[in-house]
């Protein structure tokens, strides 16, 4: 995204101050553009569209008790990489404004947490409100049985219109398979969006010349929603997912302020400044989709859901179950409903969002869902929060004798502490869609030359890896120190134990349990 036309956009906007439109025929206006939307899998003209539409227009007026839902994914996004999460880098370059100005309106996250650090795992457990564990979908792009309910089925019962739209979901496998495993899911009864949404786009792109038409997919969608509908409406960005493309104009990558958990090479820096730039292509394409829903009038009735699908492709992120690896931005809007530039520290999963919808929706909330709804905190009310979120890591996409392919780990995080187990020691890190980068390579070569530093060394090539990890998260945020051998931690040690052997005996875990794997580990008989 060439700098000049987002400075272009920002400006537009600070002169141009959002307007409700009260002309009907303005309301029903797609977004110009100059060709047919890629996204449109309807074989219907621009007027009829657009008919459809004034259809919802009317009709979500009415029913200021069913809100309108959409939920906006980005793909590979960690707090704290957005403006309003307090990055300084983020805030010098102005990379979120869209975003920020989003959170002044809503409510911020401060807490929030995937229930794996991979997207279709922690895809699929959003829709089903349960663990990748529980689901038996840790296996990468392993799609829920054919009886699992999503949130939206109970939406559509309730007589909701439901769509998909954007980048894949992976919620029925990956977008294209060999044919004999694409049979077979069909047997299963596993590839079955089409017929449980009333809106499917299997796979769209939101870069290059596709980010200037995110607002005419959205269009596109709604157009269908028939009279007297409220919609739920999913949204998947690409960005920032890898390949981050070349440019990163404006952004020096000398002046960026590295976490201490990264080794400081030009590489690590001019892959984190493309890394930074294509978050600030992500935020043009929200805003352009925010700027849709305000000049249509549907701003005050739709719940707006931002949300990171899992931690970002970068260095102890995405693939690990470290805070980079899980926590991601949530932020959620609702006039006048949630008030405005507000914040919660609740500790909040992924699989809270199902039940939280469907309560704000006024539907009941199923027994199979395992998720705690956090609608109450929305409405400004007390609610028992979580004492725990927990997340899992099994096979991604790479090499089988790697981690960034497969590794198995669990780990539990309280407010103050992380425990991560890891059932495969016996091999060090690789970052997940990182081994050929510049980036991954140059700490090698500094490994290589004897540049790098002893704790980097340990945090990238320690072998074997500690079965235990123990992280005080207040007074070691970038996990730094594992405390697990630490005598004065034991207690703590034992009490996060506990809660996470309880939690995979009742997802019925196929690993075997921390102690059962440290009691065998020191018998002097193997």
Same mark, same amino acid.
């Given at each position: 995204?060439?700098?000049?036309?987002?400075?272009?956009?920002?400006?537009? +906007?600070?002169?141009?101050?959002?307007?409700?439109?009260?002309?009907?025929?303005?309301?029903?206006?797609?977004?110009?553009?100059?060709?047919?939307?890629?996204?449109?899998?309807?074989?219907?003209?621009?007027?009829?569209?657009?008919?459809?539409?004034?259809?919802?227009?009317?009709?979500?007026?009415?029913?200021?008790?069913?809100?309108?839902?959409?939920?906006?994914?980005?793909?590979?996004?960690?707090?704290?990489?957005?403006?309003?999460?307090?990055?300084?880098?983020?805030?010098?370059?102005?990379?979120?404004?869209?975003?920020?100005?989003?959170?002044?309106?809503?409510?911020?996250?401060?807490?929030?947490?995937?229930?794996?650090?991979?997207?279709?795992?922690?895809?699929?457990?959003?829709?089903?409100?349960?663990?990748?564990?529980?689901?038996?979908?840790?296996?990468?792009?392993?799609?829920?049985?054919?009886?699992?309910?999503?949130?939206?089925?109970?939406?559509?019962?309730?007589?909701?219109?439901?769509?998909? #739209?954007?980048?894949?979901?992976?919620?029925?496998?990956?977008?294209?398979?060999?044919?004999?495993?694409?049979?077979?899911?069909?047997?299963?009864?596993?590839?079955?969006?089409?017929?449980?949404?009333?809106?499917?786009?299997?796979?769209?792109?939101?870069?290059?010349?596709?980010?200037?038409?995110?607002?005419?997919?959205?269009?596109?969608?709604?157009?269908?929603?028939?009279?007297?509908?409220?919609?739920?409406?999913?949204?998947?960005?690409?960005?920032?997912?890898?390949?981050?493309?070349?440019?990163?104009?404006?952004?020096?990558?000398?002046?960026?302020?590295?976490?201490?958990?990264?080794?400081?090479?030009?590489?690590?820096?001019?892959?984190?400044?493309?890394?930074? %730039?294509?978050?600030?292509?992500?935020?043009?394409?929200?805003?352009?989709?925010?700027?849709?829903?305000?000049?249509?009038?549907? +701003?005050?009735?739709?719940?707006?859901?931002?949300?990171?699908?899992?931690?970002?492709?970068?260095?102890?992120?995405?693939?690990?179950?470290?805070?980079?690896?899980?926590?991601?931005?949530?932020?959620?809007?609702?006039?006048?409903?949630?008030?405005?530039?507000?914040?919660? %520290?609740?500790?909040?999963?992924?699989?809270?969002?199902?039940?939280?919808?469907?309560?704000?929706?006024?539907?009941?909330?199923?027994?199979?869902?395992?998720?705690?709804?956090?609608?109450?905190?929305?409405? !400004?009310?007390?609610?028992?929060?979580?004492?725990?979120?927990?997340?899992?890591? !099994?096979?991604?996409?790479?090499?089988?004798?790697?981690?960034?392919?497969?590794?198995?780990?669990?780990?539990?995080?309280?407010?103050?502490?992380?425990?991560?187990?890891?059932?495969?020691? %016996?091999?060090?890190?690789?970052?997940?869609?990182?081994?050929?980068?510049?980036?991954?390579?140059?700490?090698?070569?500094?490994?290589?030359?004897?540049?790098?530093?002893?704790?980097?060394?340990?945090?990238?090539?320690?072998?074997?890896?500690?079965?235990?990890?123990?992280?005080?998260?207040?007074?070691?945020?970038?996990?730094?120190?594992?405390?697990?051998?630490?005598? #004065?931690?034991?207690?703590?040690?034992?009490?996060?134990?506990?809660?996470?052997?309880?939690?995979?005996?009742?997802?019925? %875990?196929?690993?075997?349990?921390?102690?059962?794997?440290?009691?065998?580990?020191?018998?002097?008989?193997?």
């Amino acid at each position: 995204m060439r700098l000049e036309k987002l400075e272009t956009r920002f400006a537009a +906007k600070r002169d141009c101050p959002p307007r409700r439109d009260t002309n009907i025929q303005e309301m029903i206006r797609l977004p110009s553009t100059s060709q047919k939307s890629r996204w449109s899998r309807f074989d219907i003209s621009w007027a009829k569209k657009s008919i459809c539409l004034f259809s919802v227009m009317a009709s979500v007026q009415a029913l200021e008790s069913k809100p309108n839902i959409l939920l906006i994914l980005s793909d590979d996004h960690s707090v704290p990489h957005v403006g309003c999460y307090g990055n300084a880098d983020f805030l010098k370059y102005s990379i979120t404004p869209n975003l920020d100005a989003f959170a002044s309106e809503g409510m911020r996250f401060d807490r929030a947490y995937t229930a794996a650090p991979q997207c279709a795992p922690s895809r699929i457990s959003i829709f089903a409100s349960q663990s990748p564990v529980k689901l038996g979908v840790t296996r990468f792009a392993q799609p829920a049985r054919a009886d699992v309910p999503f949130f939206t089925d109970f939406l559509r019962e309730r007589g909701y219109w439901v769509g998909l #739209a954007g980048r894949h979901q992976h919620l029925d496998g990956r977008n294209r398979e060999a044919p004999h495993i694409d049979e077979v899911l069909i047997q299963e009864g596993m590839q079955n969006l089409d017929t449980r949404f009333d809106h499917f786009v299997r796979s769209a792109r939101t870069r290059g010349e596709d980010l200037e038409k995110v607002d005419v997919a959205v269009a596109s969608a709604l157009a269908t929603v028939p009279r007297g509908k409220p919609f739920f409406l999913y949204f998947g960005f690409n960005q920032p997912h890898r390949k981050f493309g070349p440019e990163h104009d404006g952004i020096d990558p000398s002046e960026l302020t590295l976490p201490p958990d990264w080794p400081d090479t030009p590489e690590v820096r001019e892959d984190y400044a493309r890394y930074i %730039d294509d978050v600030r292509e992500l935020d043009y394409g929200f805003g352009k989709i925010m700027d849709w829903l305000d000049r249509q009038g549907l +701003k005050e009735n739709t719940l707006v859901v931002f949300m990171g699908d899992n931690g970002e492709a970068l260095l102890r992120g995405k693939g690990t179950l470290f805070d980079r690896g899980t926590h991601v931005p949530l932020i959620i809007r609702w006039p006048g409903r949630i008030r405005p530039a507000s914040a919660s %520290d609740s500790l909040i999963s992924g699989i809270d969002l199902a039940p939280t919808f469907l309560e704000a929706a006024g539907v009941a909330i199923p027994e199979e869902m395992d998720g705690v709804s956090f609608f109450p905190e929305l409405l !400004g009310r007390s609610m028992n929060s979580r004492d725990y979120v927990y997340a899992e890591r !099994g096979w991604h996409w790479g090499p089988i004798t790697r981690t960034d392919g497969l590794d198995f780990s669990r780990s539990v995080t309280s407010r103050h502490y992380r425990l991560i187990y890891n059932a495969l020691p %016996d091999r060090s890190y690789t970052p997940v869609d990182m081994p050929g980068s510049e980036a991954w390579v140059s700490i090698h070569a500094a490994r290589a030359g004897g540049k790098l530093s002893q704790l980097h060394e340990r945090l990238y090539f320690q072998n074997p890896r500690p079965i235990m990890e123990l992280y005080d998260l207040q007074s070691d945020p970038y996990e730094l120190n594992n405390l697990a051998e630490s005598g #004065a931690h034991t207690e703590v040690l034992e009490r996060l134990r506990q809660a996470l052997e309880a939690w995979m005996i009742r997802q019925h %875990d196929y690993l075997p349990l921390p102690s059962h794997a440290q009691q065998n580990q020191q018998d002097k008989r193997y």
